[in-house]
């Protein structure tokens, strides 16, 4: 019963493809977020969900469209990927916006070569 | 100026010493402060958060903030191997949850 699932958890793809993230939330939260750790192991926040609303979209290209279909699932889609997108993406719940707590997927390693 | 600031490391410390790992921010309005462990390979855990100035400690662990510093510390003490990982300084100015680079702890038995 893991709280917070994410899939694939390995995507090696090329260049100019298009891949989708999936991730699910079984917590019961309201906010869902996805960051992007680097190889330098920044971890960057990317976009936040709060009952299926867009309500942070960082600098982040045109190219990644999250989706919200509910407030239990928030899907990643990144199109034309290039060599930069390489990156560990994590999903996370909490229990709404300002709560302490954030609940991590187990990342999704892709690779674009 | 980035937004939250940590030592890289790595930090090696001796088993059973106390690893000390630091952390500033820069937006004076932040409210939470959180410090989250990651292993290799494995998504980050949330292992103490802190919303006074002050020492809060749970076991081996105590957080210490200082708001007109804008600093927060962690200390562990007894350090064991099992304690060797990323750490990762986080605040939350607002809505979103920031962190910093992370320092790389090694405790060596």
């Known amino acids: 019963d893991t709280a917070v699932s994410q899939t694939p958890k390995y995507l090696v793809t090329q260049m100019g493809n298009d891949k989708s993230i999936k991730c699910e939330q079984n917590?019961?939260?309201?906010?869902m977020y996805w960051y992007k750790q680097d190889s330098k192991k920044f971890l960057k926040i990317m976009f936040s969900?709060?009952?299926?609303?867009?309500?942070i979209n960082e600098t982040v290209p045109n190219r990644f469209s999250p989706k919200s279909p509910d407030k239990a699932h928030l899907n990643l889609h990144i199109n034309s990927l290039e060599l930069g997108d390489s990156a560990v993406y994590f999903c996370?719940?909490?229990?709404?916006?300002?709560?302490?707590?954030?609940?991590f997927g187990q990342g999704t390693r892709l690779t674009v070569v | 100026q980035k937004e939250v600031e940590q030592n890289s490391g790595p930090l090696s410390v001796p088993e059973g010493a106390i690893a000390s790992l630091n952390c500033t921010y820069s937006?004076?309005?932040?409210?939470?402060f959180f410090w989250y462990r990651q292993y290799s390979g494995k998504s980050p855990e949330l292992i103490m958060f802190?919303?006074?100035?002050g020492d809060k400690e749970d076991g081996r662990f105590t957080a210490q903030l200082n708001k007109a510093s804008q600093y927060v510390s962690l200390l562990i003490r007894d350090s064991q191997p099992s304690d060797s990982a990323t750490y990762l300084c986080?605040?939350?100015?607002?809505?979103?949850?920031?962190f910093g680079q992370g320092t790389i702890l090694t405790v060596h038995p």
């Open positions: 986080a605040v939350r100015p607002g809505g979103k949850l920031t």
């Open positions: 937006d004076r309005g932040s409210q939470s």
């Open positions: 802190i919303y006074s100035n």
């Open positions: 996370a719940s909490s229990h709404d916006q300002g709560a302490a707590e954030a609940f």
């Open positions: 969900y709060n009952n299926k609303e867009l309500i």
């Open positions: 917590l019961g939260h309201d906010t």
